[in-house]
């Protein structure tokens, strides 16, 4: 059974940063391309960030460019997202996601298979 469990999520003020972690178990987490999406309240659905596999292919939304960064350990069957400079804007719930057969770069949203379930993230101004 694929599972990717999220954590990290929390308040912080404005200015702060935090780091979230993505554990994937049930699967062979070297393969898959990973991603970061968030959410806000009465929003769509945004696609933050994504690393291909080997860590080569690095993608990042306008919004969070230069702020947040990924990475993955594939001996850990993790990925993370640090974020840093946070805003208020940034308040949402954070997914992780995989896609599966990875071979589209960058990946589009429509491409991964398996969420988590969510961590919240609030920053206060």
């Known amino acids: 059974q694929v599972q990717l469990v999220e954590s990290g999520g929390g308040l912080v003020q404005a200015g702060g940063s935090l780091r979230l972690s993505c554990k994937v178990s049930?699967?062979?987490?070297?393969?898959?391309?990973m991603g970061w999406f968030r959410q806000a309240p009465g929003k769509d659905r945004e696609f933050a960030a994504a690393?291909?596999?080997?860590?080569?292919?690095?993608y990042y939304s306008d919004s969070v460019k230069g702020r947040f960064t990924i990475s993955r350990d594939n001996a850990k069957n993790t990925v993370y997202l640090q974020m840093n400079s946070l805003k208020p804007e940034d308040t949402a719930v954070y997914y992780c996601?995989?896609?599966?057969?990875?071979?589209?770069?960058?990946?589009?949203?429509?491409?991964?298979?398996?969420w988590g379930q969510g961590t919240q993230v609030t920053v206060s101004s």
């Open positions: 996601a995989a896609d599966f057969a990875g071979t589209i770069w960058p990946p589009r949203a429509s491409d991964f298979d398996y």
């Open positions: 049930g699967r062979t987490f070297s393969t898959d391309v």
């Open positions: 690393i291909s596999q080997r860590s080569v292919g690095l």
